[in-house]
C-alpha cells in the first residue's frame, strides 16, 4: 500500500532559525513522484516542488531545499533562515504510477504545522 | 494566473439537506478531484474525474456523488448531509499528462448542524 507519513505535527521556531519538516513514504512502485505543498491560512494550498523517483539530486530554491533520499524512502524540506511569512501547513504527497490513463491522484500525508514567531 | 474556483469559502446546512459544492477551473485541465481535508487526517480523496461525465470513486466516496458535465466544472454532491460530513473541502485540477502538480481551490468549509 502507498503512504506518506509526516511524524511532526507541529514545529515551532524563532524567525532566522533553519527548520526541517520530515517526510517518509512507501510504495511499491518503481515510478513514482513526490510533491511539497505549502498551506498558508487563506486555505488553498500552494504547490512547492515536484520530484520523480529517478532524480535523487537535491533540490535548492532560494531559501527552500529538498532533500530526496530512496535508500531512506524520505524526502525531508528545510526552510533556511525562517520568517513569519513561512508560518502555514506543509504537506508532502506520493503521485501513484500511470495507469490506463494519467490521473495524477495524490496521496497526502498528515501536515506539518509551522509557526514562526518573531 | 491560474484559477480553480469553489464557489463558497463557507457554508452552513442542515441534516438530511442536499448539498452541492461547486468547483470551475479557467486552465483546461483534463483532471479533477474533491479532497476532504480534517485535522490529523490530512486530505483524502473523495472522487475524481479525468474526463467530462467520467468519474472515479477515491478512498472515502460513501455519502457523495459527483457531476461533471463540462470540462471546466467539477460539482460535489452531498446527497444527505450528515455531521460527519462537517469538514473542510478542496477542489483541484491536473493536466492530465501523468503526474503533473495539482491547482487547488480555496476551500469550502461546510458545517452540517
Known amino acids: 500500500a502507498q503512504k506518506v507519513t509526516q511524524a511532526q505535527t507541529e514545529i515551532s521556531v524563532v524567525e532566522k532559525e533553519d527548520v526541517t519538516l520530515d517526510c517518509v513514504y512507501e510504495?511499491?512502485?518503481?515510478?513514482?513522484?513526490l510533491f511539497w505543498y505549502k498551506q498558508p491560512p487563506s486555505g488553498e494550498l500552494v504547490f512547492l516542488i515536484r520530484?520523480?523517483?529517478?532524480?535523487?539530486q537535491n533540490e535548492i530554491s532560494g531559501r527552500y531545499s529538498w532533500n530526496f533520499q530512496k535508500s531512506t524512502s524520505s524526502f525531508n524540506f528545510t526552510i533556511t533562515a525562517s520568517q513569519v511569512v513561512d508560518s502555514a501547513v506543509y504537506f508532502c504527497?506520493?503521485?501513484?504510477?500511470?495507469?490506463?490513463?494519467?490521473?495524477?491522484?495524490?496521496?497526502f500525508g498528515t501536515g506539518t504545522r509551522l509557526q514562526v514567531f518573531p | 494566473d491560474v484559477k480553480v474556483t469553489q464557489s463558497s469559502r463557507y457554508l452552513v446546512k442542515r441534516t438530511g439537506e442536499k448539498v452541492f459544492l461547486e468547483c470551475v477551473q479557467d486552465?483546461?485541465?483534463?483532471?479533477m478531484f474533491w479532497y476532504r481535508q480534517d485535522p490529523g487526517l490530512g486530505l483524502r480523496l473523495i472522487y475524481f474525474?479525468?474526463?467530462?461525465?467520467?468519474?472515479e470513486k477515491g478512498d472515502i466516496p460513501e455519502g457523495y456523488s459527483v457531476s461533471r458535465e463540462k470540462k471546466e466544472r467539477f460539482s460535489l454532491i452531498l446527497e444527505s448531509a450528515s455531521t460527519n460530513q462537517t469538514s473542510m473541502y478542496l477542489c483541484?485540477?491536473?493536466?492530465?499528462?501523468?503526474?503533473?502538480?495539482?491547482?487547488f481551490g480555496q476551500g469550502t468549509r461546510l458545517t452540517v448542524v
Open positions: 483541484a485540477s491536473s493536466l492530465g499528462q501523468g503526474n503533473t502538480e495539482a491547482f
Open positions: 510504495t511499491r512502485d518503481t515510478t513514482y513522484y
Open positions: 520530484r520523480n523517483s529517478f532524480d535523487e
Open positions: 504527497a506520493l503521485s501513484e504510477a500511470p495507469g490506463s490513463y494519467n490521473t495524477d491522484k495524490l496521496i
Open positions: 486552465m483546461d485541465h483534463e483532471n
Open positions: 474525474s479525468y474526463d467530462v461525465k467520467m468519474k
